[in-house]
């Protein structure tokens, strides 16, 4: 149990379908990111929000919208999906102050089916 | 920019054997260092860390020792499983420059350990 919840695990959509994936801390963490992992590729960071703000959005197309309502939880908007966005989805998050190692804690991820 | 190296997989052994991952980075600050585990199915599980020069990170019969002279952490194993086979990732985390915490990721290294 690593204190960060990831729902749905599995999700199929097709391209015209609008989901969203939530994530859940438990950790009293400050920062919340969003990682894609796909088959060949390395984990590719997709967002980073740093106190409900987001401070790094690494070039992602806009079919991908994030969302941090307060400090515990994060979500992922999706809509218009391409099928090469079919990947595990992985949620982390970390403690960002003073002399913190910044370990990141993850979820068990979203696996999504783009259909 | 920062960057980490590991060592190409798939690395197959037989239960009981050595292990050895090899890992090398590159930062311009005092980065922590961190490998993560990831079994089939499941999210990335943080393995064990290391926060300055000559300091080991163990967890779970695993070692790791932080390099500086070398730039290395290479992971460690006396007498590996069946259940260590999974995918490991090395990480670093350069806590200077405003990072957000982010962390650089190699490409992974996959395990399989036979009977």
């Known amino acids: 149990e690593t204190g960060v919840t990831q729902t749905p695990r599995h999700l199929v959509m097709g391209m015209t379908n609008k989901k969203s994936l939530k994530c859940e801390q438990h950790l009293g963490h400050n920062a919340m990111y969003w990682y894609k992992q796909s088959a060949k590729k390395p984990l590719e960071l997709m967002f980073v929000y740093s106190l409900e703000e987001r401070v790094e959005n690494n070039s992602v197309p806009s079919r991908f919208s994030p969302e941090c309502p307060n400090s515990s939880h994060l979500f992922l908007h999706l809509h218009t999906l391409q099928p090469e966005d079919s990947a595990l989805y992985l949620c982390a998050s970390s403690k960002l102050e003073g002399d913190n190692s910044y370990e990141q804690y993850f979820g068990p991820g979203t696996r999504l089916t783009v259909t | 920019g920062d960057s980490v190296t590991q060592m190409e997989g798939p690395v197959t052994l037989s239960e009981e054997a050595f292990l050895t991952i090899n890992c090398t980075y590159t930062?311009?600050?005092?980065?922590?260092l961190f490998w993560y585990v990831q079994y089939p199915g499941e999210g990335l599980q943080l393995l064990l860390k290391?926060?300055?020069?000559?300091d080991k990170g163990s967890n779970k019969g695993f070692e790791a020792t932080y390099r500086k002279e070398t730039t290395s952490f290479h992971l460690e194993k006396g007498s590996v499983q069946v259940s260590d086979s999974a995918v490991y990732f090395c990480a670093l985390s350069d806590r200077n420059g405003g990072s957000q915490g982010n962390l650089i990721f190699g490409k992974g290294t996959k395990l399989s350990v036979k009977p």
């Open positions: 930062a311009t600050g005092y980065p922590s």
């Open positions: 290391a926060t300055k020069a000559d």
